[in-house]
């Protein structure tokens, strides 16, 4: 197990991540649902802060998300949860198993259920979401797949200070 996370982790660095620190205008978003009219007016409000938000991108299916991804390589993906539990599920395990850059995962919820606890960095409810709750929570993602990224390389790196903290 230990090998294979080091071999994933090997061509992450943290001068990469600091580099890439999170500026207005760095945002690419991937908008992934199944529902044309709410995915459309997602992006309605996403595009009003299009000085805020380098790129926005919709898909429709599982392919066209993987597609997208490599054509445009968004840094935020938003993923609508009506697209079903088993779905969802695949395209979060397929999104946090690319070895590509982060990529956050902000889950818009219709109901105040819990489906899916891991692999999601933030979460937002659909009623009342408009543009600026949308970018924040986005941001906060983002911020939150860093620092999970970070972790993670200082762990993997040998510097093993973070796992003595928790034993």
């Avoid at 090998?3 to 992934?32: D, P, T, W, Y």
């Amino acid at each position: 197990m230990f090998c294979i996370k080091q071999r994933i982790m090997k061509g992450f660095k943290i001068k990469n991540l600091e580099k890439r620190a999170v500026s207005n205008n760095e945002i690419s978003v991937l908008l992934v649902g199944n529902n044309p009219i709410e995915m459309s007016l997602i992006y309605e409000k996403l595009h009003l802060l299009k000085h805020k938000i380098r790129n926005i991108e919709t898909a429709f299916s599982h392919e066209d998300m993987l597609r997208k991804i490599k054509l445009v390589n968004p840094n935020c993906l938003l993923l609508d949860d009506n697209i079903g539990l088993n779905p969802l599920k695949a395209i979060v395990n397929s999104v946090n198993q690319l070895g590509t850059e982060a990529i956050s995962i902000t889950l818009l919820k219709s109901h105040n259920r819990q489906e899916i606890t891991s692999g999601v960095q933030e979460y937002l409810m659909k009623e009342g979401a408009d543009g600026i709750k949308i970018y924040n929570a986005l941001r906060n993602a983002l911020k939150f797949k860093k620092t999970q990224q970070f972790f993670r390389i200082k762990y993997y790196s040998g510097k093993r200070k973070i796992k003595r903290m928790f034993i």
